[in-house]
């Protein structure tokens, strides 16, 4: 008839193998970090489990006995095993999977800096172009961190995540250069009546962005260019741009297209309310580092600024109307990035996770969907 196995605390084991390796009890407890009375205690304990004798004991000596002899090398496999597995849940030992949607981005420089912050961490990029579609990785357990537009997503999809506010990008328009508009420092909203503009209509991947164009455009005369299927990478959105003639809605963080010109959007100034966004419960060391430098940058680059009379969607806007975070709050996000490394995903009571207060933040009352 088989014997029930038996469970041995690994700790039983350690005292064993420290004892066994130094043949000394004072020393064993030395290295253990425990008292010689505690070692003595878990050493009889393991030996009245295992119904053996693992020790020679004399008032001059401490020796094996065969038993113990036999049993040393079986500990030390265990508890090689053991330390791996303790490896294995370390989140420090898995790397962490930051989309930033392209190379030219907010969450590529927070990315960046983080990375630079934190330099025994390993934050792996990945360029999904478009919150909708990177959210649905995270929710699948694909990816753990993203950037985007979260007023954007479904409310299912919104549920499943923690997000904060980190930066509110003034949108620009990309021109072709022989454009009369291209000769502007700034294009006025109302010159770009009766204009088309590509907003990535038709990829599925990107359809919070595809919303907020649609969004600003109405009333304004602005035409949304016809869908397309999704582009995949920067050259093939160079030569399609190129071979439809396209403007392209954009944000002033941009790549530089050559036969192209960026120029920032006015009257009102429109924003893009770009969120960190990560999977509800996630709990790693990387995220306390990209919300740290998050926030850093936002204070240093005044990132939530709201210019005077800018425009932002209703459902951005309801959705960060919340307190700035308290100056004692501002000054903790701002401790060492190493501190700040070791935070997780935050209190786990609301979805929406205090940014940093910007000195120059003004959040102005107008009609309609300006700030």
Same mark, same amino acid.
């Given at each position: 008839?088989?014997?029930?196995?038996?469970?041995?605390?690994?700790?039983?084991? &350690?005292?064993?193998?420290?004892?066994?390796?130094?043949? *000394?009890?004072?020393?064993?407890? +030395?290295?253990?970090?425990?008292?010689?009375?505690?070692?003595?205690?878990?050493?009889?304990?393991?030996?009245?489990?295992?119904?053996?004798?693992?020790?020679?004991?004399?008032?001059?000596?401490?020796?094996? =006995?065969?038993?113990?002899?036999?049993?040393?090398?079986? #500990?030390?496999?265990?508890?090689?095993?053991?330390? @791996?597995?303790?490896?294995?849940? @370390?989140?420090?030992?898995?790397?962490?999977?930051?989309?930033?949607?392209?190379?030219? /981005? =907010?969450?590529? &420089?927070?990315? @960046?800096?983080?990375?630079?912050?934190?330099?025994?961490?390993?934050?792996?990029?990945?360029?999904?172009?478009?919150? =909708?579609?990177?959210? #649905?990785?995270? +929710?699948?357990?694909?990816?753990?961190?993203?950037?985007?537009?979260?007023?954007?997503?479904? !409310?299912?999809?919104?549920?499943? %995540?923690? *997000?904060? %506010?980190?930066?509110?990008?003034?949108?620009?328009?990309?021109?072709?250069?022989? *454009?009369?508009?291209?000769?502007? #420092?700034?294009?006025?909203?109302?010159?770009?009546?009766?204009?088309?503009?590509?907003?990535?209509?038709?990829?599925?991947?990107?359809?919070?962005?595809?919303?907020?164009?649609?969004?600003?455009?109405?009333?304004?005369?602005?035409?949304?260019?016809?869908?397309?299927?999704?582009?995949?990478?920067?050259?093939?959105?160079?030569?399609?741009? $190129?071979?439809?003639?396209? /403007?392209?809605?954009?944000?002033?963080?941009?790549?530089?297209?050559?036969?192209? =010109?960026?120029?920032?959007?006015?009257?009102?100034? !429109?924003?893009?309310?770009?969120?960190?966004?990560?999977?509800?419960?996630?709990? *790693?060391?990387?995220?306390?580092?990209?919300?740290?430098?998050?926030? &850093?940058?936002?204070?240093? $680059?005044?990132?939530? $600024?709201?210019?005077? #009379?800018?425009?932002?969607?209703?459902? @951005?806007?309801?959705? $960060?109307?919340?307190?700035?975070?308290?100056?004692?709050?501002?000054?903790?996000?701002?401790?060492?990035?190493?501190?700040?490394?070791?935070?997780?995903?935050?209190?786990?009571?609301?979805?929406?996770?205090?940014?940093?207060?910007?000195?120059?933040?003004?959040?102005? /009352?107008?009609?309609?969907?300006?700030?």
């Amino acid at each position: 008839m088989a014997t029930a196995p038996r469970d041995v605390e690994p700790r039983l084991l &350690r005292a064993f193998a420290a004892v066994a390796e130094t043949l *000394h009890f004072t020393r064993a407890a +030395g290295r253990l970090y425990v008292a010689q009375q505690a070692l003595s205690r878990d050493i009889r304990r393991l030996e009245r489990e295992l119904g053996a004798e693992l020790f020679v004991r004399t008032t001059r000596q401490v020796r094996l =006995t065969g038993e113990g002899e036999r049993l040393l090398p079986y #500990a030390r496999r265990v508890l090689a095993a053991y330390d @791996d597995l303790a490896g294995a849940a @370390d989140p420090r030992s898995r790397p962490l999977l930051v989309d930033v949607g392209a190379r030219y /981005s =907010t969450g590529q &420089r927070i990315l @960046d800096a983080a990375r630079a912050a934190a330099p025994d961490l390993e934050l792996v990029a990945r360029f999904h172009s478009g919150l =909708t579609g990177a959210a #649905a990785e995270i +929710g699948a357990g694909r990816l753990d961190v993203s950037f985007g537009r979260v007023a954007g997503l479904a !409310p299912g999809t919104r549920a499943g %995540l923690r *997000h904060e %506010l980190v930066r509110l990008e003034p949108m620009a328009v990309l021109l072709p250069s022989a *454009h009369p508009l291209a000769a502007r #420092a700034a294009v006025p909203l109302a010159a770009l009546a009766g204009e088309t503009l590509y907003a990535a209509d038709g990829n599925a991947a990107t359809a919070e962005w595809t919303d907020l164009a649609r969004e600003l455009f109405a009333g304004r005369g602005i035409r949304l260019a016809a869908p397309f299927p999704e582009i995949d990478g920067e050259a093939e959105f160079v030569r399609l741009v $190129h071979r439809h003639g396209w /403007s392209v809605l954009a944000t002033t963080e941009f790549a530089d297209i050559p036969g192209m =010109t960026l120029r920032p959007l006015t009257d009102p100034v !429109p924003l893009s309310p770009v969120s960190l966004a990560w999977r509800r419960g996630l709990s *790693h060391p990387g995220l306390g580092a990209l919300r740290a430098v998050a926030r &850093r940058l936002a204070r240093a $680059h005044d990132w939530l $600024h709201r210019p005077r #009379a800018a425009w932002l969607p209703e459902a @951005d806007r309801a959705l $960060h109307a919340t307190a700035p975070a308290t100056a004692a709050g501002a000054a903790q996000a701002g401790a060492a990035p190493a501190a700040a490394a070791q935070a997780g995903g935050g209190a786990a009571g609301s979805d929406v996770a205090q940014p940093a207060s910007s000195g120059s933040e003004r959040a102005v /009352s107008e009609p309609g969907s300006t700030l």
